[in-house]
């Protein structure tokens, strides 16, 4: 075994995110904590879509400007290459 360095906060909080629902997280951890637990360690531990969306609720919680359904600079690159993949090859 390891020991106990594997079971830390970050991996436990992040656990908690990828298996609970929203109304379950919030009943277990007030809101007004989240911005505070939601760190680089802890959502880095996410897979892509789920720390994209968590990422997404720590920017609306610290108050900072969060764009509407994902087309954010970081994304809008992202969306336009698989939309427009099937003209480059030929499809």
């Known amino acids: 075994m390891q020991?106990?360095?594997?079971?830390?906060?970050?991996?436990i909080l992040a656990r908690m995110l990828a298996h609970l629902d929203w109304y379950?997280?919030?009943?277990?951890?007030?809101?007004?904590?989240?911005?505070?637990?939601?760190?680089?360690?802890?959502?880095?531990?996410?897979?892509?879509?789920?720390?994209i969306k968590y990422e997404r609720l720590q920017r609306f919680l610290r108050g900072e400007t969060v764009s509407p359904s994902g087309w954010?600079?970081?994304?809008?690159?992202?969306?336009?290459?698989s939309f427009f993949s099937h003209w480059r090859h030929g499809a």
Not at 6 to 11: A, D, K, S, T
Not at 31 to 46: A, D, K, M
Request: proline share 13%; charged share 25%; net charge positive.
């Open 3 to 11: 020991g106990d360095t594997w079971l830390n906060r970050e991996f």
């Open 24 to 51: 379950t997280l919030i009943q277990i951890i007030p809101i007004e904590h989240w911005p505070s637990l939601l760190t680089p360690p802890v959502l880095g531990r996410l897979r892509a879509p789920l720390r």
């Open 72 to 81: 954010d600079p970081e994304n809008r690159k992202r969306i336009q290459q």
